[in-house]
């Protein structure tokens, strides 16, 4: 009887080790993913803050190009007034 037990006892064991190495292993896991997560958030911050900067410039590009017409519009109309 006593031997039994004895294997079963291992196995309990055994098991119980396996768990906390599973649960370890999980953790592990968990960590990385959430290390990943929190790295493509950093990517994503960047990325949007490179897409608010290049809209900005296209933006002052635009009314530059205007301004620059307006002037040349402004030019011609004193030309002609003279």
Not at 71 to 76: G, K, P
Request: avoid cysteine.
């Amino acid at each position: 009887m006593s031997r039994r037990v004895e294997p079963s006892r291992q196995h309990a064991l055994r098991q119980t080790t396996l768990l906390r190495q599973t649960d370890q292993g999980s953790i592990e896991m968990n960590t990385m993913h959430e290390a990943l997560a929190r790295e493509r958030m950093r990517v994503d911050e960047r990325e949007a803050q490179q897409h608010r900067v290049a809209k900005e410039l296209a933006a002052a590009r635009r009314w530059h190009r205007l301004e620059q017409r307006v002037r040349a519009v402004q030019r011609r109309h004193a030309q002609r007034a003279s």
